[in-house]
């Protein structure tokens, strides 16, 4: 043995050699002739973000021709938008339970100190400002904060335009964000906290900002100093974007002003802004719609949207794009003089000008007045003197509210074999609307570039040949191909589907030997697996996924889709069973790519993960199920286990026994010896 084991080094060290080679020499040639370098696949796949990023653009309302068009559209596009912020259904007006914790007065406005709940144990502080003498009920306004940090609130930051407006006639609510408020909660959930769960749930902290956006003017419309029928919502950053979403939310806003929070799809994404912004600028972009489909919910309600030129945040290119299809709308209403737009050689900043631009528009349209713009002379309070709260509520749920303000489903009891069938119609279904709705509507040629290996080591176990190929437009990926040398007219098959630590080094095939002479084996690296993508540049490609409506993972389902039609309709392999594997959560997409194509008669597991709370992210996919059901969405088909299954599983095996099939999911100690495990 010890004479062996400096040849096999060899062997192994020539094998390494040759593929990297391969490699190498492979960067400069272009994909459909040669080899893609992983940075070639990465930089491809950037362009097809891009692509698909403009055509959402492009799409948005491209069938709205005229205003009837609009109108029979409308509802929909508002039920969409809603279910995209997590507010559809809506979620139950519980009592405000509002107090005063305390006031003071000034020259000309009085401030009074609010805290309400928008729903139980979601506290909401503020400041409402008066004017001093009050002769009947005036115009309100609801302002919403930036990301403005500080132990007493983003509020304390934004006091001056609550001190303009009291002085000159309204009431003004300032209210403090989810995230820098006085109980201060999570808002960079996927851009800083890596969790992405909250697109498996749905969720953006969008959807609580704007609920309690509206439960503030239902605070305001119990007040008797305020005119129900003139309330408008302006803010800045974060703030503008709310006021964006909330006036297309709630037609009780008559009038908003957006200030630096207007993006596009298209221009987000062609100019990498989606990294520049918190993770509340976005909604979920599950029905593949942009910014102006939200302008056209607000039409034709007066809307003024400001912007600054040298906002990294906010392109230019994107706010005049959203401009120019959001006026498309309010023409088709006769309305072009209710929407403008404005934007002034500055940073992302509160200044000055955009103050004048937002509170002229607002006189204008609220009380009928052309008063030029004058801030006069503003005297700030110290941040103490707006504090609403001396202590933390004990039923306070802000910090945790991402758990909890999306209904996640519960597991169902199912006790009949057409019950369960009938359900797994209906998911499946609600799958490809709301989870699935980017995958493409048509499957592109594979162009396949294959190189045979006829010198390694893993030569001598079978057929061995790199492999890449096209799952949809603009997107390859590589693998390796195994095809035993015996004579038989068909072999079962395996795909093993690689994640991003399984990839270490070329020569990894000891998990595969067992099968490589009995088995036609697939060991595919899907898109973004092998990118030379750091976690700052991959948070950054998951966010941006979201926003054409997909994730990372439901593309790699995709891809592992169109591995097995590479197989038989690209190779065009006799194939008597096909076996997909993987780790972790790769595993689990293994179930759900199952559960779409019935031709893959076994999934086999391997550490897999008992919810998607711990991954893999899909769109959505916790408001209709978990991996559980999602795993029994397999049945009949048998289901193994390389390590024991999570106690979770035990309702997947329910199911199984409705088939009579409870032997169909089964635990075994080796990949090999899972491959021989006979199917029923």
Known sequence: ?????????????????LFTATLSSSQTQPHRSGLS?????????????????????????????????????RPEVRRQFLYMLGLDPMPKK?????????????????????????????????????????????????????????PWGAKVDYQHHGIWFARHGYVAFLIDTVEFGELPGIHHGTHDLGLWYWQSLGYTPAGP?????????????????VEPNKVAVTGISGGGAMTWFAAAAD???????????????????????VQENCDCIYFMNTFLRDLPAVGALIAPRPLKIISAIRDPSFPAAGYHDVYKRTRAIYELYGAADKVEEYDNDAPHADLLPFRKQADEWLNRWLKNDSTPFDEGDIKLEEPSALKVLDRQPPDAVNEEIY???????????????????????????????????????????????????????VSRYASHSYVEFTTEEGVRVSGELFVPRGARSSYPALIYVKRAEDIIYPVDYDLLLSALENHVVLQLQPRAADYPADNYKMSNLKMTAALIGATIESMQLWDILRSVDYLVDGEKLKLSSISVYGRGYMGALGLYAAALDERITRVILDDPPSSHWQGPALLNILKLTDLPEAAALVAPRQIISLTPLPEPYKYTSSIFALYGKDRQIAERKALGDALRAPEQ
């Open 1 to 17: 043995m010890s004479q062996d084991r400096p040849r096999t080094r060899v062997v192994l060290i020539l094998a390494t050699l």
């Open 37 to 73: 370098s992983r940075e070639q696949r990465y930089q491809m796949f950037q362009d097809y973000l891009i692509r698909r990023a403009a055509q959402i653009t492009q799409n948005n309302l491209a069938n709205v021709k005229s205003l009837v068009d609009w109108k029979r559209e």
């Open 94 to 150: 519980a009592p405000l339970e509002s107090r005063v914790t305390g006031q003071f007065e000034r020259d000309t406005y009085r401030v009074e100190k609010i805290v309400f709940q928008s729903m139980p144990g979601l506290y909401v502080t503020g400041n409402l400002y008066l004017p001093q003498k009050i002769g009947g009920r005036l115009p309100a306004i609801v302002y919403l904060c930036g990301h403005s940090p500080g």
């Open 209 to 225: 900002e704007v609920w309690n956006a509206i439960r503030a003017l239902d605070y305001l419309l119990t007040r008797p100093e």
């Open 251 to 273: 037609e009780r806003f008559q009038v908003a002003a957006p200030v630096c929070s207007t993006w596009s799809v298209e221009h987000h994404v062609k100019l990498d802004a």
């Open 403 to 457: 758990k909890t303000f999306i209904p996640h489903h519960q597991l169902q009891t199912w006790k009949t074999l057409p019950a369960w069938k009938k359900r797994r119609t209906e998911l499946i279904n609600a799958m490809r609307d709301q989870v699935l709705r980017a995958f493409p509507g048509t499957k592109v040629p594979f162009e396949i570039w294959k190189k045979p290996d006829t010198g390694g080591w």
